[in-house]
Each structure stands twice: as C-alpha cells, then as structure tokens.
C-alpha cells in the first residue's frame, strides 16, 4: 500500500479494525486520493476518507456509510471513535441512522 501522510486512517487502525479497500463499486462521488474500505462483519457498511459528495474528510475523522431505505447514507466520525468502536456500537450506529 502507498504510504501517504495525508490519509485520515493511518495503518494502525486499518490493521485493529480488519479493514480492507473496496473493490466493489458503491454509489457515490470519491475524492480522488481518497480511499474506501470494507468494514468487516457488517454487510454493506464503509469507512470512507471523503463523503458521499467527494468532499475529504477534515483531518483525523472519516465518513461511516451504508445503506438505508433510499441508498447509501452515512455520518461525519472521528477516527479515533471508530477504532475504539465495539461491533456492537458499530451495529447500533448504524441501525440508528437507518431508523431515523
């Protein structure tokens, strides 16, 4: 993998979490030198280092999306939020937002 100093999502937390860049092709705009990874255990989930516009992400957060009802959505979040984030937090985050 490149090493870039200007990734949101350093090394440490890909490795914690278990993260691995898509491959698969989501709906929507991707800022150019930012990545997209698969969150593991959750169907359809992503870590993104930019929105679901193309914007990057401010300096040490990321962009959590998934599907709702009417396509992908997501949420502004800190990186150290989601590493430190259980399955089960990231579980209930997620279904959060689709009810809401």
């Not at 679901?52 to 009802?69: E, H, I, R, V, W």
């Not at 939020?81 to 937002?97: E, F, G, I, P």
């Amino acid at each position: 993998m490149v090493q870039n100093d200007s990734f949101n999502i350093d090394e440490e937390t890909i490795s914690k979490l278990g993260l691995r860049l898509c491959d698969e092709p989501i709906n929507a705009e991707i800022a150019r030198d930012a990545r997209v990874f698969v969150y593991p255990h959750l169907d359809k989930v992503f870590v993104m280092e930019s929105d679901l516009y193309g914007n990057t992400m401010p300096k040490d957060s990321c962009f959590l999306a998934f599907y709702g009802q009417h396509g992908l959505i997501g949420k502004h979040l800190k990186v150290e939020t989601l590493k430190n984030a259980s399955l089960q937090d990231m579980k209930a985050m997620v279904q959060s937002n689709i009810d809401s």
